[in-house]
C-alpha cells in the first residue's frame, strides 16, 4: 500500500530564510509526487509534481522539489520565503488513479 | 477563484440524517474527484468520476455514495451521518482525469450534531 510521511507538523521560519519540508513516501513502482499548498479557507493549490526524468522539479511560487529515490523522499524547498507563503503543505502520493496524502506541515513566517 | 463551485458552503446537520452535496466542475472539465479533510484522518481522497463513469474509489464509506450527472456536475450524498462525519468536502475537477490539473473548490464545511 502507498502511504506518505510528513515528519514535521510545524514548522516556523523568519520572512527572508530558507525553507525545506519534508515528505517521504512509500510506494512499489516509480511514484508519481505532489506537492500541494493550501491556504485557510481555501482548497489545493497544486505548488509541482513529479511524474519522471529530472529529479530536481520547479514549481509555482519560486518552491522546488528533488527526488530521491535512495531515500524515498520527496522535499520541498525554497531559498527566500515570503509571509504569503505561511499556509499548510501536503505531499502526495498517487498511484492507480488514487492519491494518498501525507498529514500536512503547516508553515509559520515570523516577520 | 479556481472556476470549481461547491454548494453549500456550510452545513449543520444530525445525526441519522442525509444530505447531499453539490459540485459543479470547471467548464470543459470531464473529471470530478472528492475530498474529504478532518482532524482524526486528514485529507482523503473519496471517489472519482470521469465522464459520467466512476473511475476510482478510495476510502469512502458505505453509507456515502456519489455520481456524476450528464452535464458534468457531481453530487455526494452522506446518510446516516455520525459525529464523525464531520469535515471539509472538497471537490476537484479536471480535464482527462489528470492528477496534475486538478483544480480545488472552496469546499463544504459540514458539522453534524
Known amino acids: 500500500a502507498q502511504s506518505v510521511t510528513q515528519p514535521d507538523i510545524h514548522i516556523t521560519v523568519s520572512e527572508g530564510a530558507s525553507l525545506e519540508l519534508r515528505c517521504n513516501y512509500s510506494?512499489?513502482?516509480?511514484?508519481?509526487l505532489f506537492w500541494y499548498v493550501q491556504s485557510p479557507g481555501q482548497g489545493l493549490q497544486l505548488l509541482l509534481k513529479?511524474?519522471?526524468?529530472?529529479?530536481l522539479v520547479q514549481g509555482i511560487k519560486g518552491f522546488e522539489a528533488e527526488f530521491k529515490r535512495s531515500q524515498s523522499s520527496f522535499n520541498l524547498r525554497k531559498p527566500s520565503v515570503h509571509w504569503s507563503d505561511a499556509a499548510e503543505y501536503f505531499c502526495?502520493?498517487?498511484?492507480?488513479?488514487?492519491?494518498?496524502f501525507g498529514r500536512g506541515t503547516s508553515l509559520i513566517v515570523h516577520p | 477563484d479556481s472556476g470549481v463551485t461547491q454548494t453549500p458552503k456550510h452545513l449543520i446537520t444530525a445525526t441519522g440524517q442525509r444530505v447531499t452535496l453539490r459540485c459543479s466542475p470547471r467548464?470543459?472539465?470531464?473529471?470530478v474527484y472528492w475530498y474529504q479533510q478532518s482532524l482524526d484522518q486528514g485529507l482523503q481522497f473519496l471517489i472519482q468520476?470521469?465522464?459520467?463513469?466512476?473511475?476510482a474509489k478510495g476510502n469512502i464509506l458505505e453509507r456515502f455514495s456519489a455520481q456524476q450527472f450528464p452535464d458534468l456536475h457531481s453530487e455526494l450524498n452522506l446518510s446516516s451521518l455520525e459525529l464523525g462525519d464531520s469535515a471539509l468536502y472538497f471537490c476537484?475537477?479536471?480535464?482527462?482525469?489528470?492528477?496534475?490539473?486538478?483544480?480545488f473548490g472552496p469546499g463544504t464545511r459540514l458539522t453534524v450534531l
Open positions: 510506494y512499489g513502482a516509480t511514484p508519481y
Open positions: 513529479y511524474f519522471s526524468g529530472d529529479t
Open positions: 502526495a502520493v498517487w498511484g492507480s488513479y488514487i492519491p494518498t
Open positions: 476537484a475537477s479536471s480535464v482527462f482525469g489528470r492528477a496534475d490539473t486538478q483544480y
Open positions: 468520476y470521469y465522464n459520467g463513469e466512476e473511475r
Open positions: 467548464s470543459g472539465d470531464l473529471s
